[in-house]
């Protein structure tokens, strides 16, 4: 079955410290992959993407992340966390299957970062 | 700025109620969607639709029905309101493709009683 998994339901950085918010696939085919956050009672923005080429992928907010094939894996990382980051993030992936697409999430990681 | 706008933050209905939320998005997107929210589980696809008049199934129909008349709007109706159905409803929609991003209403939190 297609998953995509965020295996740590919350992470804790200092602020100033880098953060990972960790990602793995499991599909068929080639994957596209999605970073989202949101922020209280909001909806999702989107962050970043990763769709073919460079695996470190530039996004919005300091963001990037950085695509493994071997691995499937899709790790998002900054390397100096502010306490505005702190926030719910979300991992999806898009794939091709009869009569279009669909997009898969994962479950979601917190993130606080401390002050 | 691209915006998708629901109709409602907080609803409040009662258990057999039909409801309806409502989603526009000013974007000229094909692709519309509409999800459910709930701790632990992310997003769950409830259904979708890529034109006008078109809707297909997610991972999650039942209990939902959907209508897309126009293509900036995109209602979701739950025909008789249950408390299993009481949740974080969030609308989104997205050009056509594989690779495009999708923009995300504010979200509606439903509370059925």
């Known amino acids: 079955a297609q998953s995509v998994a965020q295996p740590e339901d919350q992470v804790n950085v200092a602020e100033g410290n880098p953060l990972t918010v960790k990602c793995t696939y499991s599909?068929?085919?080639?994957?596209?992959l999605f970073w989202y956050v949101q922020y209280p009672n909001r909806g999702l923005q989107f962050l970043l993407k990763y769709i073919t080429g460079d695996n470190l992928v530039k996004g919005s907010y300091g963001f990037e992340a950085e695509f493994n094939k071997s691995q499937t894996s899709f790790h998002l990382k900054k390397p100096s966390a502010l306490v505005s980051d702190s926030a719910l993030y979300f991992c999806a992936v898009r794939v091709s299957n009869t009569g279009g697409f669909k997009t898969i999430f994962g479950a979601g990681t917190r993130l606080f970062v401390k002050a | 700025d691209v915006k998708v706008t629901q109709s409602s933050r907080y609803l409040v209905k009662r258990t057999g109620e039909k409801v309806f939320l409502e989603c526009v998005q000013d974007m000229d997107h094909e692709n519309m969607f509409w999800y459910r929210q709930d701790p632990g589980l992310g997003l769950r696809l409830i259904y979708f639709s890529y034109d006008v008049k078109m809707k297909e199934k997610g991972d999650i129909p039942e209990g939902y029905s959907v209508s897309r008349e126009k293509k900036e709007r995109f209602s979701l109706i739950l025909e008789s309101a249950s408390t299993n159905q009481t949740s974080m409803y969030l609308c989104?929609?997205?050009?056509?493709?594989?690779?495009?991003?999708?923009?995300f209403g504010q979200g509606t939190r439903l509370t059925v009683v």
């Open positions: 599909v068929s085919g080639n994957p596209y």
């Open positions: 989104a929609s997205s050009l056509q493709g594989l690779w495009t991003e999708a923009f």
